[in-house]
């Protein structure tokens, strides 16, 4: 019994045991459906049936009975039945599983209860073979047969080869296994030499299907082995055939063949292919062969009847032959260029020439022969060149107009080529053009000239940065009327090449015409690389240099240069690809700006990297400006210090002489009667603060600027002052003395000899550094504003005058 604490409650669990026990279920509920296996898509009908008294736990209980497919619910109809029995009823409509089980289940203490189960099929009728091939093999002469299966209809379905002989029974011939489309008729239900028909039969629970028969002697459906080549050999007295002996199969020793030669040289594209051999065995010539050339044999047989499901064997093992060479036939195409050479009377010549095609070459060309004069009978000419290249440099005597080039393999030597170097002074010609033909062609188009052409030569070069010359880059176009020309040889994509087209003229060879061209173009490789000129405030100057030819594959049609701040929206501006600077204008000063170029071709676009820019504060007429101005303001400063350095009279304008009151007269005057009041001295060398007793200063009238006009006596003399008391020395004593607050404007010093500051009321320090001071006693109740009047210090102007 399973614990208590596993999950399930004790009660259902031991109520579903009570169910499942031995026999508890038995006959207890079934589901009947009307068929097991249905067209896909179609309704399903299902019927369950629960009989209480079988089943055991469900005698007094409410049966609900549910339905499954597989593990999704679906919903049927439950009504009583005869008895004691529960019926539901199911219909799936539009039923879409190839493989499904269809449970009946109840309801038991919340959980379903799966009762019985119905397993329902859906699919197709078998499709209709197709494409039935049979071949008979000769070593077992077992026939095998093969099809082509139709749709897979999603059923079981049986499939069996089915074959009837003379006596009309069909039989079995062959099942395939493992589902494979094709099985082999043994030899003991093979009827040879008579009519046989055959065909497939597949069978599932919906229907059956067969292949269209096929009606065959299975004789003439037998695949052959190869044939093998024997030998091939030149025939001595035609030259360009061959004999070939060849031997049938084993096992085919008795039968009547039909046969096909096949043969190719290495550079022919297909097959030349000889039919109508026929025999057991034998001899097969084919003529027109090339001299000197490689050639690889192939044959392949089939029984000769009249039958078309005949079957050929398979191609034999190719075996290859070289035909035997003669002398080099035809002309050879050549070209020249010539230069009078420095001294010595002598034209140097650059000939080139085009190899001889293998039908002209007859073999293998061994060199190439270069006379002034044609090979006569009896005796060779003098050789000026003798080469295995396709090409010649060599000196002629001035005046030479006429060279003799001939080529020559293992058998002899060709009849020469006559190559008249002609002036290249004629017409030329108009409206050359070219354009691709395929990555690895070129279609060069021109108009033809008004005078009649013999011959046109097409010249190209690849350019590169390095310059190379191609000596195999040329070809001479035959035709005189023709107008255009189709270039294949050392043509490459992505690559840029000059073509000169040259016309040849009856006495004269016409002046070239150029163009260039790609076969094929892309976005250039790389971008050019920026660089800085010349910056200001508002514009920069960038440069570049051109993209090499082998990095722009293609024409270069534009360049783009774009420029941004971290501020605003980037600009762009288009640039001639014949240029290699350009000026960016209207830039803020002292920013920075990011900015590259982007190269163009009519097949795409490359960006370079960035060049980092900031802008100047200023630009350099204003920087010099700026110098020159602060260089004027330095000098006129310098002018204008040694002016006043020099002119006491400026200076006397500008920062007049205050004369010190001390050095004045009334400093030096004695009043007749002297007040009333006691004389304090310190004692000598006593040092003290001098105390004031009375300090007048008399303020000058209002609006009116000392020394402007001369002094007057006031209509009314105000309150007399108090003296003050001016020690001199360690005991003098100094008279008293009005300050008055009129100007002293116009006043002269006495003459005494170096004035000292205010000596009135600081007296000068003696040996040990004490000083002796003087003292004003009683100050008054009112003390008027004190102006111009500075203890101790620098002088500073200001006003005072006698009372």
């Known amino acids: 019994?399973?614990?208590?604490?596993?999950?399930?409650?004790?009660?259902?669990?031991?109520?579903?045991?009570?169910?499942?026990?031995?026999?508890?279920?038995?006959?207890?509920?079934?589901?009947?459906?009307?068929?097991?296996?249905?067209?896909?898509?179609?309704?399903?009908?299902?019927?369950?049936?629960?009989?209480?008294?079988?089943?055991?736990?469900?005698?007094?209980?409410?049966?609900?009975?549910?339905?499954?497919?597989?593990?999704?619910?679906?919903?049927?109809?439950?009504?009583?039945?005869?008895?004691s029995t529960e019926?539901?009823?199911?219909?799936?409509?539009?039923?879409?599983?190839?493989?499904?089980?269809?449970?009946?289940?109840?309801?038991?203490?919340g959980t379903k209860q799966r009762l019985s189960m119905a397993e329902i099929r859906a699919g197709y009728p078998p499709a209709k073979p197709l494409n039935l091939s049979c071949a008979l093999n000769l070593s077992d002469y077992g026939l095998t047969c093969q099809w082509e299966q139709g749709t897979d209809s999603h059923l079981p379905t049986s499939v069996t080869l089915k074959c009837t002989g003379s006596k009309g029974q069909a039989v079995t011939g062959c099942t395939p296994r493992g589902g494979h489309s094709h099985c082999t008729v043994p030899r003991r239900l093979l009827q040879l030499y008579r009519q046989m028909e055959i065909w497939v039969s597949a069978t599932n629970a919906l229907g059956t299907a067969e292949s269209e028969h096929l009606c065959i002697d299975?004789?003439?459906?037998?695949?052959?082995?190869?044939?093998?080549?024997?030998?091939?050999?030149?025939?001595?007295?035609?030259?360009?055939?061959?004999?070939?002996?060849?031997?049938a199969a084993w096992g085919t020793e008795h039968m009547e063949l039909q046969c096909e030669l096949r043969y190719r040289a290495p550079e022919d594209p297909a097959w030349a292919l000889v039919t109508g051999i026929t025999g057991r065995a034998g001899t097969a010539?084919?003529?027109?062969?090339?001299?000197?050339?490689?050639?690889?044999?192939?044959?392949?047989?089939?029984?000769?009847?009249?039958?078309?499901?005949?079957?050929?064997?398979?191609?034999?093992?190719?075996?290859?032959?070289?035909?035997?060479?003669?002398?080099?036939?035809?002309?050879?195409?050549?070209?020249?260029?010539?230069?009078?050479?420095?001294?010595?009377g002598q034209l140097e010549v650059q000939l080139r020439w085009k190899a001889p095609r293998q039908r002209e070459a007859n073999g293998r060309v061994l060199g190439y022969r270069v006379t002034l004069s044609p090979r006569r009978r009896g005796r060779d000419p003098p050789t000026i060149c003798n080469t295995t290249h396709t090409q010649c440099n060599f000196s002629v005597p001035a005046g030479t107009r006429r060279v003799y080039l001939s080529a020559y393999n293992s058998a002899g030597e060709s009849a020469p080529t006559e190559v008249i170097l002609l002036e290249r002074k004629g017409q030329p010609l108009a409206g050359l053009r070219a354009v691709p033909g395929g990555e690895h062609s070129l279609w060069v188009h021109w108009e033809a000239p008004l005078a009649p052409v013999i011959a046109y030569v097409l010249e190209w070069q690849r350019v590169t940065t390095e310059p190379e010359h191609c000596s195999k880059c040329w070809q001479m176009e035959r035709d005189g009327a023709a107008t255009t020309a189709l270039i294949q040889d050392g043509?490459?994509?992505?690559?840029?090449?000059?073509?000169?087209?040259?016309?040849?003229?009856?006495?004269?060879?016409?002046?070239p015409v150029h163009t260039t061209a790609y076969s094929q173009q892309k976005a250039p490789s790389h971008a050019p690389k920026l660089h800085l000129k010349r910056?200001?405030?508002?514009?920069?100057?960038?440069?570049?240099?051109?993209?090499?030819?082998?990095?722009?594959?293609?024409?270069?049609?534009?360049?783009?240069?774009?420029?941004?701040?971290?501020?605003?929206?980037?600009?762009?501006?288009?640039?001639?690809?014949?240029?290699?600077?350009?000026?960016?204008?209207?830039?803020?000063?002292?920013?920075?700006?990011?900015?590259?170029?982007?190269?163009?071709?009519?097949?795409?676009?490359?960006?370079?990297?960035?060049?980092?820019?900031?802008?100047?504060?200023?630009?350099?007429?204003?920087?010099?400006?700026?110098?020159?101005?602060?260089g004027l303001v330095f000098v006129v400063l310098m002018v204008l210090l040694i002016c006043f350095q020099k002119n006491e009279r400026m200076k006397e304008q500008l920062?007049?002489?205050?004369?010190?009151?001390?050095?004045?007269?009334?400093?030096?005057?004695?009043?007749?009667?002297?007040?009333?009041?006691?004389?304090?001295?310190l004692a000598t060398r006593e040092l003290g603060t001098a105390t004031i007793s009375t300090v007048t200063v008399l303020e000058g009238e209002p609006g009116k600027q000392p020394g402007k006009e001369p002094p007057t006596l006031p209509t009314a003399l105000p309150a007399l002052p108090r003296p003050y008391v001016r020690q001199?020395?360690?005991?003098?004593?100094?008279?008293?003395?009005?300050?008055?607050?009129?100007?002293?404007?116009?006043?002269?010093?006495?003459?005494?000899?170096?004035?000292?500051?205010?000596?009135?009321?600081?007296?000068?320090?003696?040996?040990?550094?004490?000083?002796?001071?003087?003292?004003?006693e009683e100050p008054p109740a009112t003390f008027p504003l004190l102006q111009g009047l500075r203890i101790g210090g620098a002088e500073e102007p200001h006003e005072c005058r006698a009372d």
Request: charge should be neutral; proline fraction near 7%; include cysteine.
């Open 491 to 511: 043509i490459e994509p992505f690559q840029q090449y000059n073509i000169s087209l040259y016309p040849l003229y009856e006495g004269t060879v016409g002046v």
């Open 87 to 109: 019926v539901s009823n199911l219909t799936l409509p539009r039923f879409n599983h190839t493989h499904a089980r269809l449970w009946c289940c109840v309801e038991w203490n």
């Open 728 to 776: 001199e020395g360690p005991e003098e004593p100094v008279q008293y003395a009005r300050v008055g607050g009129a100007g002293y404007r116009g006043q002269r010093l006495l003459p005494e000899p170096g004035p000292r500051f205010y000596e009135n009321l600081r007296g000068g320090g003696g040996g040990d550094g004490a000083g002796e001071w003087g003292f004003l």
């Open 1 to 83: 019994m399973a614990r208590r604490d596993a999950g399930t409650p004790f009660l259902p669990q031991l109520s579903l045991l009570l169910l499942l026990h031995l026999g508890g279920t038995l006959g207890c509920a079934s589901v009947t459906v009307r068929s097991h296996v249905v067209p896909l898509g179609s309704d399903v009908t299902a019927s369950c049936t629960i009989q209480r008294e079988l089943c055991r736990g469900l005698e007094q209980e409410k049966v609900r009975i549910r339905w499954m497919l597989d593990n999704k619910l679906v919903a049927g109809s439950q009504h009583q039945g005869p008895g």
């Open 655 to 681: 920062w007049p002489s205050v004369p010190d009151p001390a050095n004045s007269s009334l400093g030096k005057w004695v009043p007749a009667a002297v007040p009333q009041e006691p004389l304090q001295i």
């Open 535 to 630: 910056i200001s405030k508002s514009e920069a100057e960038l440069c570049w240099d051109p993209l090499p030819v082998e990095m722009q594959n293609g024409f270069i049609t534009s360049y783009t240069i774009f420029w941004a701040n971290t501020i605003t929206n980037g600009a762009s501006a288009t640039v001639n690809p014949s240029l290699s600077s350009f000026v960016i204008q209207g830039l803020k000063p002292s920013t920075l700006y990011k900015v590259h170029i982007m190269a163009s071709t009519a097949a795409g676009s490359t960006n370079g990297t960035i060049l980092t820019l900031v802008t100047r504060v200023l630009d350099d007429t204003e920087i010099q400006f700026l110098f020159l101005t602060l």
């Open 218 to 247: 299975p004789m003439d459906v037998a695949k052959l082995d190869p044939p093998t080549l024997q030998s091939i050999q030149s025939i001595p007295f035609q030259t360009d055939c061959i004999a070939l002996a060849w031997d």
């Open 285 to 344: 010539q084919r003529c027109g062969f090339l001299f000197g050339t490689q050639y690889q044999f192939q044959m392949r047989c089939r029984r000769n009847s009249a039958s078309a499901l005949a079957y050929w064997s398979e191609w034999s093992p190719g075996r290859n032959y070289t035909t035997h060479e003669k002398a080099p036939t035809g002309k050879l195409d050549a070209w020249w260029g010539s230069q009078l050479a420095g001294t010595g």
